[in-house]
């Protein structure tokens, strides 16, 4: 466990740096002329040169496409649009490197349908706890890693985009990687940060059972907050891609409220103090993992995304939401969970479960929801150029 707990709430003079720099990130990413953040649009361009400016500012290495910031990559099933990634690099000639993330796309004014808003009016999304939060704490997190001593590893810096559409950027980033995604020591995933509580403190920090190491680290007696651990190392964020890549996670989050997805997150509602105090945590776990060797990895249960939360049953896969489908695909398996023990694999295709044909993950989810605990069906499954049918027993 890393030493002096209290000092992520003290307001010491890079404590105040810092909160000037998160509050003028989020108080822009949020503001209504970016017009939500919405991946592909000019409201995203914005929001990726702000990006890229504050990490040139503070020093880090273009590490995207021809030299620049910026990774483009395809929104799949729609020909007309790309999203962007913004990556930073700090270069320690290190065999190893660690990746810090954030996505910084919102929802526009909800036109790929995934607002919770049910009012009448056109109204934009700012996202700002969803995520300008995240993405201001990592421009901070960038700020600081380059006038550190920590030499042993390399870092990376990634804004994402596309998350709000599946983990697009994030994927894309993880089979399109600047560095070699196999010398990946650990990824560090900050998604909603925006709202801790003055009162108890808690944060949730999932992805605890991806490496033992993190046992070591955090602890839930923390002096200053009330931590929850979710062992999990998948859920609807980013650390997902890589978790799928065999390689640690922890994901940061200071939980939901009645403004997500809404018109309604908004800058002023942020606790910029809390934001401060979260970076600082973090910045006490890359500096005990600078005196560690690669840490290790291991699997850990899988968790649904809430459109799933509600079923009876699940085959205790994780699908990569970015495939077009027919059918969907199946990015990793969790062992022991019913899809393993029919013998499904990482890659295979479901085509079919019982008599429902599954077009997409709407259709997927809509036939799951048509079995029972204890029921035997037959799946059929695309592997390379075969299909097969797999008893699955949920």
Same mark, same amino acid.
């Given at each position: 466990?890393?030493?002096?707990?209290?000092?992520?709430?003290?307001?010491?003079?890079?404590?105040?740096?810092?909160?000037?720099?998160?509050?003028?990130?989020?108080?822009?990413l949020?503001?209504?002329k970016?017009?939500?953040?919405?991946?592909g649009?000019? +409201?995203?361009?914005? /929001?990726? %040169?702000?990006?890229?400016?504050?990490?040139?500012?503070a020093?880090?290495?273009?590490?995207?496409?021809?030299g620049?910031?910026?990774?483009?990559?395809?929104?799949?099933?729609?020909?007309?649009? !790309?999203?962007?990634n913004?990556?930073?690099?700090?270069?320690?000639?290190?065999?190893?490197t660690?990746?810090? @993330? /954030?996505?910084?796309?919102?929802?526009?004014?909800?036109?790929?349908?995934?607002?919770?808003?049910? @009012?009448?009016?056109?109204?934009?999304?700012?996202?700002?706890?969803?995520?300008?939060?995240?993405?201001?704490?990592?421009?901070?997190?960038?700020?600081? =890693?380059?006038?550190?001593?920590?030499?042993?590893?390399?870092?990376?810096?990634? *804004?994402?985009?596309?998350?709000?559409?599946?983990?697009?950027?994030?994927?894309?980033?993880?089979?399109?990687?600047?560095?070699d995604?196999? !010398?990946?020591?650990?990824?560090?995933?900050?998604?909603?940060?925006?709202?801790?509580?003055?009162?108890?403190?808690?944060?949730?920090?999932?992805?605890?059972?991806?490496?033992?190491?993190? +046992?070591?680290?955090?602890? $839930?007696?923390?002096?200053?907050?009330?931590?929850?651990?979710d062992?999990?190392?998948? &859920?609807?964020?980013?650390?997902?891609?890589?978790y799928v890549?065999?390689?640690?996670?922890?994901?940061?989050?200071? @939980?939901?409220?009645?403004?997500?997805?809404?018109?309604?997150?908004?800058?002023?509602?942020?606790?910029?103090?809390?934001?401060?105090?979260?970076v600082?945590?973090? !910045?006490?776990?890359?500096?005990?993992?600078?005196?560690? %060797?690669?840490?290790?990895?291991?699997? $850990?249960?899988?968790?649904?995304? &809430?459109? /799933?939360?509600?079923? !009876?049953?699940?085959?205790?896969?994780? =699908?990569?939401?970015?495939?077009?489908?027919?059918?969907?695909?199946?990015? *990793?398996v969790?062992?022991?969970?019913?899809?393993?023990? *029919?013998?499904?694999?990482?890659?295979?295709?479901?085509? #079919? =479960?019982? %008599?429902?044909p599954?077009?997409?993950? #709407?259709?997927?989810?809509? *036939?799951? +929801?048509?079995?029972?605990?204890? #029921?035997?069906? #037959?799946?059929?499954?695309?592997r390379?150029?075969?299909?097969?049918? =797999?008893?699955v027993?949920?």
């Open positions: 466990m890393f030493a002096s707990t209290v000092l992520y709430a003290q307001k010491t003079k890079e404590d105040k740096r810092t909160m000037e720099l998160i509050k003028k990130s989020v108080y822009f949020a503001d209504d970016l017009e939500g953040r919405r991946t649009t000019k +409201g995203e361009k914005l /929001a990726a %040169e702000y990006i890229s400016k504050q990490f040139k500012a020093g880090l290495e273009a590490k995207g496409d021809n620049s910031y910026l990774q483009a990559f395809p929104i799949k099933g729609d020909a007309e649009r !790309k999203g962007h913004i990556i930073g690099y700090i270069d320690n000639k290190a065999a190893n660690i990746v810090l @993330g /954030a996505h910084y796309d919102h929802l526009g004014y909800g036109e790929d349908k995934n607002s919770l808003y049910r @009012g009448d009016s056109i109204m934009i999304h700012n996202g700002a706890d969803d995520n300008a939060s995240g993405t201001s704490a990592l421009i901070a997190l960038g700020y600081w =890693l380059k006038k550190s001593n920590l030499k042993k590893y390399n870092y990376v810096l990634v *804004a994402f985009s596309g998350e709000e559409l599946g983990l697009f950027g994030s994927k894309y980033f993880t089979e399109h990687s600047p560095v995604i196999t !010398k990946v020591n650990y990824m560090i995933n900050m998604d909603m940060v925006g709202r801790l509580n003055d009162s108890t403190h808690g944060i949730s920090i999932g992805g605890f059972g991806t490496s033992p190491v993190w +046992g070591e680290l955090i602890k $839930t007696d923390d002096a200053y907050f009330k931590i929850k651990v062992s999990s190392g998948t &859920g609807p964020s980013d650390h997902t891609s890589f890549k065999d390689i640690p996670v922890l994901f940061f989050f200071t @939980g939901s409220h009645l403004d997500y997805h809404k018109p309604s997150d908004d800058a002023p509602k942020i606790n910029f103090n809390g934001i401060v105090s979260i600082n945590y973090i !910045k006490g776990i890359i500096r005990s993992t600078d005196t560690k %060797e690669k840490i290790a990895f291991t699997k $850990t249960r899988e968790v649904h995304s &809430g459109m /799933a939360s509600s079923f !009876k049953v699940t085959l205790g896969v994780l =699908l990569d939401y970015t495939f077009e489908g027919p059918g969907v695909y199946i990015d *990793a969790t062992e022991d969970r019913p899809g393993a023990k *029919a013998g499904m694999l990482a890659k295979d295709i479901v085509l #079919q =479960l019982g %008599e429902h599954i077009a997409d993950v #709407q259709g997927y989810m809509k *036939a799951l +929801g048509k079995f029972e605990k204890g #029921q035997t069906v #037959q799946a059929k499954v695309k390379g150029d075969k299909e097969l049918m =797999l008893p027993t949920f």
